[in-house]
Structure formats: C-alpha cells, structure tokens
T-cell receptor, first 116, second 112 residues
C-alpha cells in the first residue's frame, strides 16, 4: 500500500481480555517499529524489527505485551489480560533501512485502544 | 536510550507570529535530527530534518537551526497559521542507533 496501514483503527475491550493489533508496513520497508502514545503524551518505544534479526524488545512494558512479524512484512502486537493503563494509541512505523540515520520513519494512523 | 529534551510543552501563538520549539540532546553520536508534525487523530509525519554539517535548513515557513557545540536544535515556524496547530516532536538518531530518540512533544496552538 501507499502508507503504513493499521487495524483496527479503534478497539474497545474489557479489562482482562486479550487484544491483537495489526500493522502492514510500506512495501519493501525492512524496519518496523511499534510505539505507544498515551493521551497527550510522547512516543514510547515498544519494539523494533529489522529483517530476519532478533527483534529489540527493550521497550515492552511487561510480559503481557508481545509482537511478531511474519515473513518480514505484517506485524501483530498482542496485549494479554489488558489493563486500563494499557489504554492508548498504538502506532506502527516502518522505514526502508535499519539505520534511522537519514531515513524517514513513516507512521500509520494508529490503533486507538480503550480498556473498560 | 539517550534523552532528547524538548521545550516548551505547550505553545500558544497568534496568527502571523513566530513559533519556536527547542530541543537539546546529549549523545554526540547523533547525526540526523528530524522534526515530526502530528495532527489530532493522525500519526506523526516528517516535517523537516537536518544533519549537523549545516547550521540551518529552511523549507517554506519552517526552519531548523542547529548549534552543534551547544548540542541544541530548534524549529522556527514563520508566519504561523491556524493550520499549523499540531503537536511537534523533535528526534535524533545516529547510524549506529536504529531507534530514534524522540522529544516529549510540543502542543502548538495558533489563534486566528
């Protein structure tokens, strides 16, 4: 597609349920990032994928969060046993190369998660 | 991650005025400094970027000023318009760091 595509755009879930958020990066982009943005807050790094390398999971806030990237393309962020503090916008981004120096990161429009 | 400190957190400017947002960094290995613009309900989008080999870059009404010795860079929006109302994020990265470091963002409101 022309841009980074994320689904669902909005998700309301009950506390304790699991949710899956999907990201379809720009075709040909080897690097994929997940960020979290709470209301009125900055961009919190969650996880990074680059090609076939092991992902950098250093930003995941707890073991309830996990992500995978299949075939070097589509990625799924899974949040298990959701809590109210998980409510946020989850942004996916991709870039052409692993190094961000000089490369533009393209963000999707985000998946708005509300845990009630 | 190394910090990038951004200020102010919020900014209100009258139409036609100049908006100035500042960022400071610590890691001298950073060699790419982009600014992102985010409108409500949208993802951030690249606005303008600079490398440390130049002190200024201008694109239309948007200018980045870069001070390598002070490890600071700033975004200037000339003739600010209500349509510029958005959140602005500075960022920094280096060839050896594949995860850009973002500032905390500045919410800009331009009054008509």
């Amino acid at each position: 597609g022309a841009g980074v595509s994320q689904s669902p755009s909005n998700k309301v879930t009950e506390k304790g349920k699991d949710v899956e958020l999907r990201c379809d990066p720009i075709s040909g982009h080897t690097a994929l990032y997940w960020y979290r943005q709470s209301l009125g807050q900055g961009l919190e790094f969650l996880i990074y994928f680059q090609g076939n390398s092991a992902p950098d999971k250093s930003g995941l806030p707890s073991d309830r969060f996990s992500a995978e990237r299949t075939g070097g393309s589509v990625s799924t962020l899974t949040i298990q046993r959701t809590q109210q503090e998980d409510s946020a916008v989850y942004l996916c981004a991709s870039s052409l190369l692993g190094s961000t120096s000089g490369n533009t990161i393209y963000f999707g429009e985000g998946s708005w998660l509300t845990v009630v | 991650q190394q910090q990038v400190k951004q200020s102010p957190q919020s900014l209100i400017v009258q139409k036609g005025g100049i908006s100035i947002i500042n960022c400071a960094y610590e890691n001298t290995a950073f060699d790419y400094f982009p600014w992102y613009q985010q409108f409500p309900g949208k993802g951030p989008a690249l606005l303008i970027a600079i490398r440390p080999d130049v002190s200024e870059k201008k694109e239309g009404r948007f200018t980045i000023s870069f001070n390598k010795s002070a490890k600071q860079f700033s975004l200037h929006i000339m003739d600010s318009q209500p349509g510029d109302s958005a959140t602005y994020f500075c960022a920094a990265s280096s060839g050896g760091s594949y995860i850009p470091t973002f500032g905390r963002g500045t919410s800009l409101i331009v009054h008509p």
